[in-house]
């Protein structure tokens, strides 16, 4: 469903991703993860067609990025963890823009906008009445996600996506992905908050450097490398395992 070939990324002299090259079947939610700078979001944004490739490409759905770019973005769905809005526009102008981008009915659309809303279980008038710009970090999110769905997109990427999110709208967005998931959608899911990938993911891979260092069921990888978590891996992997220990010393610094 997402092949990745020797997919490559430079800033200058500086490689944020280094020849990643990666098989993702329909159906499977993957976990990328990797401390800060490590070229997940980069990774995302050529995936989205948002960045081009230095070298190497991607296909998605046996679409080619470099030759198909418009057929990619058809089939992919991207939660951005910028969460960046057109502000001056309210919520429903911005999903109708979207779906008209799309492509779909206005009819349609307004329909599948209402179902998002009983989902995050809002009223239409928190659509209508303020610009995005004026919407708190979680409605602007919520808002986010329902742009990423809205045209049913076999792929979705989100990156951050619980970023402000409720414990309510949390659970029922866990419970959401796993059900696309499912059904037959691909999901790429870059986070942070270890112990949700742990418990949402069938697969995780770590990045660093804009390389692959470890990739498998949480599960197995955490066993297979005799770790207690997820988390205790990662920070043995990504060069923070002495993070404990360096917090306590820097604590004692404030001491009067
Ligand atoms: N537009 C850009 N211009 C120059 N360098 C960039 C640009 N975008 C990303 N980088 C660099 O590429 C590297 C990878 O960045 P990226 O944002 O992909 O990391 P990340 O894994 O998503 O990190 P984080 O967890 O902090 O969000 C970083 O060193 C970053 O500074």
């Known amino acids: 469903m997402i092949s990745l070939h020797s997919l490559t990324k430079h800033f200058g002299q500086q490689v ?4 990643l090259s990666l098989e993702i079947p329909a159906g499977q ?56 809005v057109f502000e001056s526009l309210t919520g429903l102008e911005y999903l109708e823009m979207i779906a008209a981008l799309y492509g779909i009915p206005a009819g349609a659309a307004r329909e599948r906008i209402k179902q998002f809303l009983a989902f995050f279980d809002l009223g239409f008038d928190v659509l209508t009445d303020k610009l995005l710009g004026a919407y708190s970090k979680g409605m602007r999110r919520k808002v986010v996600i329902t742009a990423a769905l809205l045209h049913n997109p076999p792929v979705v990427f989100f990156d951050e996506p619980l970023d402000g999110l409720d414990a309510n709208a949390a659970v029922g967005f866990k419970t959401l992905i ?42 197995e990888l955490v066993k297979s490398h005799d770790a207690p978590s ?18 306590e010393d820097f604590a004692k610094t404030f001491r009067a």
């Open 16 to 19: 944020a991703v280094d020849g």
């Open 29 to 84: 939610i993957v976990g990328l993860l990797g401390p800060n700078g490590a070229g997940k979001s980069t990774t995302l944004k050529m995936l989205t067609g948002m960045l081009e490739p230095t070298s190497g490409t991607a296909a998605i759905c046996g679409h080619d990025l470099r030759s198909e770019p418009m057929e990619v973005k058809r089939k992919v769905g991207f939660v951005p963890d910028s969460g960046a």
């Open 178 to 219: 796993q059900t696309l998931a499912r059904e037959g959608r691909t999901i790429v899911y870059s986070s942070h908050v270890l112990d949700v990938v742990e418990r949402v993911c069938d697969r995780v891979i770590i990045i660093d450097k804009g390389r692959v260092l470890v990739d498998g069921a949480p599960d």
């Open 230 to 247: 997820l988390e205790r891996l990662f920070t043995r992997l990504t060069g923070g395992g002495d993070v404990e220990q360096r917090a």
